[in-house]
């Protein structure tokens, strides 16, 4: 609808005009009623609606409405499935009309520099490149629905200690190739509406007022159109801000930085026309919401649920698996742990949904008439162990054909707020699996954990599936998945080393609380495990299925390219086993008579395809310059 803005800003006082830059409380931005400019309301996200009523805050404290939490992004990335989570965004985005919610607060792109960030679960990858692709097919998804987007946080916030105020001291090569990418993407892909700045200083200046990072790269660079808000809180000179590019506030600001801005055009000192610019970006947005509502739009938690179950199961990965799985119906099963029955499906913090309803693998098993015995063998909330809970495990391990433990990360290991102390799994846990193991080969581990954990009885137990935060479906899914209704078919989207020290960051993260030095570079991740030659646990793009793959004939469409022109690259896949299964093609590229130091390989295309036994299919790839480049 063609809205004349330019007018609308002309009759709007400078006080309206400042007012218009922080919001107006928690959630809203502020109304000029005299003007039809109505309040709208954005929301976390970004995998459900965390839509609060009455009290804000944003730390996940007070209850929200009752809402579907689809699985975490650490679990989405895994999916390799930019179809998948299209869809989700797809169906957030008609949540999000349903509720009159003008934006979802997310997708959340930060890189896993180190396995201890708190808010890894809520990041894609450790690859810049799955992480933009994921992305910007969830933004187009959401979008769709004339609903906008923040993805967040921009940029270079990988930590969570003193995530307010440190700097993170990051060459110019390690923004572009690894911290940047995942933005740039979305950004020319799809369009997210609002962009949210991180807390954090890059090289000694705050997102919130670097000119370079919000205006420079963000706009000129990548040709961003929509606003720029400010994680909640994260706003240190306004003034600086708004002539770096800074659009909103959020949350309120009390009055105060109205005032400011006020005063600094009255004083010469912020040009109005550089307010008018900030005022009409946030304009823009309000009213592509505010002209496009679909009041046909409805939030069916029964369905939406039913999608989230679907998801999660695109989503877990088979790291290991000697034969036991998948299970027969007629097996007779130990399910051992307590996250059998409370399975821990998401994180601590901003994304903390309400959720409608929770499956557990026990209950969803038992209502399937599974062969099933259940012992709580250790609590899934704390590291403490119950010496009787864990004979009793054992004696249950002893008398099934299998025995199932549910393992994972409790709730305090790793929330927003805070970075996890240790890669480990809680040593209870640990123990309980060493013993169990002892007495019955035929042990399944299943876990449910937001970023990697070191698993020192691997080499002893018959399978491991990692559901990672599966949203609330996640028992459903993992039953499906175990007793082999659905194939697995996620990879790993960060690497799983053996232990913390190993993890390129180990050394310098997470700095001192002002300065965080990324001395690994652009070295991160798989890059620098590949490149040193250091084996890992479970690699980057790793994962098992109930069936097996071949893939062959690969083909280039051209042995030379340009700046303009592209390279198609296709290959052959074979499903060689006796089910239905997806394979996840990964195409990876290498730098082999460069002069310049660069990572061994580097993501640069994927593809997820669905095989019968016994069919092949082309997939293809293309590749361009950019992908080829350092910078
Ligand atoms: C988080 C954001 C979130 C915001 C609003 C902040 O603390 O970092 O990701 O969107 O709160 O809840």
Request: glycine fraction near 8%.
């Amino acid at each position: 609808m063609g809205r004349d803005l330019q007018k609308l800003i002309s009759e709007m006082t400078l006080e309206e005009k400042a007012g218009l830059c922080s919001g107006a409380d928690f959630w809203h931005t502020k109304a000029v009623e005299r003007l039809g400019i109505p309040a709208v309301m954005v929301s976390d996200g970004p995998h459900g609606l965390r839509k609060q009523d009455q009290e804000g805050d944003h730390l996940g404290i007070n209850d929200s409405i009752v809402a579907v939490c689809f699985p975490a992004a650490c679990a989405t990335s895994s999916s390799f499935d930019t179809e998948m989570i299209h869809e989700m965004g797809d169906t957030i985005g008609q949540e999000c009309q349903a509720e009159d919610l003008s934006v979802v607060l997310g997708p959340a792109v930060n890189i896993k520099r180190s396995p201890l960030c708190g808010r890894n679960f809520e990041y894609f990858s450790e690859d810049p490149y799955l992480a933009g692709k994921m992305a910007a097919a969830y933004i187009q998804g959401v979008q769709k629905w004339d609903v906008g987007t923040s993805i967040k946080h921009f940029a270079a916030n990988n930590q969570e200690y003193h995530r307010m105020n440190t700097s993170s001291e990051v060459s110019e090569r390690a923004l572009r190739e690894i911290y940047f990418p995942a933005f740039e993407e979305a950004v020319k892909k799809a369009q997210p509406k609002t962009v949210m700045c991180s807390y954090n200083k890059i090289n000694g200046t705050y997102s919130s007022e670097n000119p370079w990072l919000l205006t420079k790269v963000l706009r000129d660079d990548w040709g961003f159109e929509g606003y720029v808000m400010t994680d909640w809180g994260a706003i240190d000179d306004r003034i600086d801000g708004i002539r770096a590019g800074l659009d909103l506030e959020m949350p309120a600001s009390g009055g105060e930085n109205d005032r400011r801005i006020v005063e600094a055009v009255q004083n010469g000192s912020l040009d109005e026309k550089v307010l008018d610019t900030t005022v009409e970006r946030i304009l823009k947005v309000i009213f592509s919401y505010v002209d496009h509502r679909h009041t046909d739009a409805v939030f069916d938690r029964e369905k939406d649920h039913e999608k989230a179950v679907a998801a999660e199961t695109h989503c877990a990965v088979l790291l290991q698996n000697n034969g036991v799985l998948p299970l027969k119906s007629s097996t007779k099963v130990a399910y051992i742990g307590e996250f059998a029955e409370k399975p821990r499906y998401q994180g601590g913090g901003s994304s903390h949904i309400n959720s409608s309803k929770v499956t557990s693998a026990l209950e969803s098993g038992r209502n399937k008439n599974r062969n099933l015995e259940y012992v709580k063998g250790f609590p899934a909330d704390k590291d403490e162990q119950d010496e009787a809970e864990l004979q009793k495990a054992v004696a249950a391990a002893v008398s099934a054909d299998v025995a199932v433990i549910f393992a994972g990360l409790p709730d305090s290991f790793e929330s927003e707020g805070y970075d996890r102390k240790d890669m480990k799994l809680p040593k209870c846990q640990n123990r309980l699996i060493e013993e169990v193991v002892r007495v019955q080969p035929n042990t399944v581990v299943v876990l449910h954990n937001g970023s990697p954990v070191e698993c020192p009885w691997a080499d002893k137990v018959a399978a491991i599936l990692e559901l990672y935060l599966g949203g609330q479906g996640v028992g459903e899914a993992a039953d499906q998945l175990l007793f082999g209704e659905v194939n697995p078919s996620g990879h790993l989207a960060e690497s799983f080393p053996y232990q913390l020290e190993d993890n390129p960051s180990y050394l310098f993260f997470p700095g001192d609380g002002h300065t965080v030095r990324y001395a690994e570079d652009v070295f991160v991740g798989y890059r620098y495990y590949d490149t040193k030659k250091m084996p890992v646990r479970w690699a980057f793009g790793h994962g098992l299925s109930y069936t097996t793959f071949a893939m062959g004939n690969l083909k280039l469409s051209d042995k030379k390219m340009d700046d303009t022109s592209r390279v198609s690259v296709s290959v052959e896949v074979t499903n060689t086993g006796s089910v239905k299964g997806k394979q996840v093609v990964q195409l990876y590229i290498s730098d082999r008579n460069g002069t310049v130091e660069r990572p061994l390989k580097e993501l640069k295309g994927f593809a997820k395809t669905e095989l019968m036994p016994g069919e092949t299919k082309t997939v293809s790839m293309e590749i361009s310059a950019r992908d080829l480049s350092y910078y």
